[in-house]
């Protein structure tokens, strides 16, 4: 491969992550509130939010590879696992390696659910929420088509999508926090009576 198709293709296995990790934000957050997508289960939604997560992820590593075989920048092995020490724009690419390093714990932690646990493996998948705004930043600061039309578009999208998702997600805690208060008291005054 030439570098130029290197380029292309670590730009666009870049923006295909972004397209695809934040559907996988959306699915759950849907999942989160026990979503019914139109003409799935619920099920279907578990399992749509895993099978894309496993094909973001694919698309992760592609873009990695692309970027470290890619001759034109030396981007090493551990630039990419390890954060922040990088010769070629340290901050930018360290912002990708912290993103990558929490997206493997939520994916192996994912894997082992069954022997970790379901509260050890939430805890951990929380790091979800952060490994997304973090990759985000990675590619506004590092992408070379930052500021195309079509890049500016596809991240506004991506961003709206994602913060009106969090909001019903917040909106839908607040009413669950209000309701739980009110039930415990109307559960103890059935008991007293």
Do not use: K
């Not at 360290?94 to 994912?110: C, I, Q, W, Y």
């Amino acid at each position: 491969m030439t570098s130029e198709t290197l380029w292309y293709a670590n730009r666009a296995t870049g923006a295909v992550c972004l397209a695809l990790f934040t559907a996988v934000v959306l699915l759950g957050i849907a999942v989160r509130l026990r979503t019914r997508l139109p003409g799935l289960p619920r099920f279907g939604t578990v399992s749509l939010h895993r099978t894309l997560s496993l094909s973001a992820t694919a698309f992760l590593a592609l873009h990695i590879v692309f970027a470290v075989i890619d001759g034109y920048v030396d981007i090493t092995v551990v630039d990419v696992l390890v954060p922040f020490v990088s010769d070629y724009q340290p901050l930018w690419l360290g912002l990708g390696t912290v993103a990558l390093d929490l997206t493997l714990a939520v994916l192996v932690t994912s894997l082992l659910r069954p022997r970790i646990g379901h509260r050890t493996w939430r805890a951990v998948h929380w790091l979800a929420y952060a490994s997304w705004p973090v990759a985000l930043v990675h590619g506004i600061g590092i992408g070379t088509d930052t500021g195309t039309d079509w890049m500016t578009w596809l991240t506004v999208a991506c961003v709206a999508t994602v913060i009106a998702a969090f909001a019903t997600r917040l909106a839908h805690a607040a009413r669950a926090a209000r309701r739980t208060p009110a039930a415990l008291l109307r559960t103890a005054e059935g008991v007293r009576s």
